[in-house]
């Protein structure tokens, strides 16, 4: 029998069958996509009563995704981390806020986040950052959206690119006129979706509107469970911490890609820098 992994990665095979799939199917779908770091370790019936499921149902799903046994596919799962997982140790991960230690709270937010951007860079980010790139670097218009707290960043992100590369949208100022703006995108473009858990209906429709009109849709993320997971071209994910809400794994991920942006298109955005700084200081608006 031919295996799913000669074909796709496993995670995005259970990415783009899961909403096809029985309710207690996609629910053991859901439960791998958050702790595939885990799967490796696990029996039928552990990865069964973790999920809230019968062992009936993982074996359905071990077949379904084309393996004779758990073993073959606990194998695949392990096959994924040990590429990475002894480079990727985790650092102390909780720090306690009793009296005694509250001196450290600076301390414990930039430890945190260096956890958390280990946890995050692993191999299947860079691949997928190429791709996504490719994807950026090639658009005639790239479109971005961030709800909520994640606007910010849809913001961060435009006002970067912009500095060199003025072929943007930003959808996220407006959410009522999103659908409008949606309809008119071109196959030629390229949609950014910044969507954390737990998603917004707004985000879900919107990139199902852009899936349906063969937008390619890029999407930054914590969660592989995401509904969005299954209309994106391809997924980039940042872990998230347990111990208190901190975006800096994202941030990181923003300047990465426009840094590579700026190179691929180095033949122009440095050009366009410089005299954006040089009217700068024309202007008095900076000074040296």
């Known amino acids: 029998m031919e295996k799913v992994q000669e074909k796709k990665n496993v995670l995005e095979h259970i990415i783009s069958i899961k909403d096809t799939l029985p309710n207690k199917q996609k629910q053991l779908c859901d439960y791998i996509l958050n702790n595939h770091q885990d799967i490796g ?8 009563n973790k999920a809230s499921v019968g062992t009936t149902t993982v074996l359905r799903l071990v077949k379904l995704l084309g393996y004779d046994s758990f073993f073959e596919l606990r194998k695949e799962f392990h096959d994924i981390q040990k590429d990475y997982s002894d480079k990727w140790e985790k650092v102390q991960k909780s720090f306690d ?3 005694e230690k509250k001196h450290m709270t600076l301390s414990a937010i930039f430890h945190e986040g260096v956890h958390l951007m280990d946890k995050t860079l692993n191999p299947q980010l860079i691949e997928n950052f190429n791709v996504a790139m490719d994807l950026i670097a090639n658009a005639e218009k790239i479109n971005i959206l961030g709800l909520r707290p994640y606007k910010a960043i849809a913001i961060y992100l435009e006002l970067l690119i912009e500095e060199f590369h003025s072929k943007t949208r930003q959808l996220s100022y407006d959410s009522e006129s999103m659908f409008d703006r949606i309809l008119q995108f071109e196959k ?41 997971a299954g209309y994106s071209s391809v997924i980039l994910k940042t872990e998230s911490s347990e111990n208190h809400y901190t975006i800096i794994p994202i941030i990181a991920l923003v300047e990465a890609i426009v840094v590579e942006l700026g190179i691929r298109q180095s033949k122009t955005s440095i050009q366009k820098i410089q005299t954006l700084v040089n009217t700068l200081k024309d202007k008095k608006i900076i000074v040296e």
Do not use: C, M
């Open 41 to 48: 370790l696990f029996t039928v019936k552990e990865v069964a």
């Open 97 to 99: 806020s009793n009296d």
């Open 188 to 228: 030629n473009e390229v949609f950014i979706i910044f969507s954390f858990a737990p998603d917004t209906q707004r985000a879900i429709d919107a990139a199902k509107v852009a899936y349906e009109r063969d937008i390619p849709i890029i999407f930054v993320t914590d969660h592989l469970s995401s509904p969005i």
